[in-house]
C-alpha cells in the first residue's frame, strides 16, 4: 500500500515517486480482465469478488498489477476471447477491406486512364488481397 503524506500544499501525494493514481479506464480494464477469468473458471466468484472490491477500492496503479500477476500472460489474453475484441477484430478487417478496395478503384482508374497495355495494377491488388486473406486467418485463428 502506498503511504501518502502531506506536500507543501497540504495536499496529500504518494510517498513514492514511481506511483500513480490509477484511471477508471485502467480500472476497468483490470475489472474485464477478471471478469473474464472468472468465465474461464482460472478464479472462483469469491475471488472475483475480493479482486474487484480491491479493484474499486484502490488508488495508485501499483494496486493494479498484483490482482492479475497469478493469471497466465497477466490474464492480457483472456480479452482476446471476449465479444468486444472479437467485434473490434471484425471491424478492423472490415476497415482493411474497404481501404483495399478504394485503392483498387484507384488503380483500375489510373490503369484505364493511362490506357496501358499491360495490366501492371495486377500486382499491388494481389499483395493487397493476400494481405485482406491473412488478416481474416489471424482473426480466425485468435478464436
Do not use: C
Request: net charge neutral; proline share 3%; no cysteine.
Amino acid at each position: 500500500m502506498t503511504e501518502l503524506h502531506h506536500s507543501g500544499t497540504d495536499a496529500l501525494v504518494p510517498s513514492s515517486t514511481a506511483d500513480v493514481r490509477a484511471s477508471d479506464a485502467e480500472r476497468e480494464h483490470v475489472a474485464r480482465i477478471l471478469r473474464a477469468a472468472a468465465g474461464e473458471g482460472l478464479l472462483t466468484l469469491g475471488e472475483a469478488d475480493e479482486r474487484l472490491a480491491a479493484l474499486y477500492a484502490s488508488r495508485w496503479r501499483s494496486g493494479l498489477t498484483p490482482l492479475t500477476a497469478d493469471l497466465p500472460d497477466g490474464g492480457h489474453r483472456l480479452l482476446e476471447n471476449t465479444a468486444e475484441a472479437r467485434h473490434a477484430a471484425r471491424a478492423g478487417l472490415r476497415r482493411h477491406a474497404l481501404t483495399v478496395a478504394v485503392i483498387a478503384v484507384v488503380l483500375l482508374t489510373v490503369w484505364v486512364s493511362t490506357e496501358a497495355d499491360f495490366f501492371w495494377p495486377v500486382w499491388p491488388l494481389a499483395f493487397m488481397a493476400l494481405s485482406v486473406f491473412k488478416h481474416a486467418q489471424r482473426i480466425d485463428h485468435r478464436r
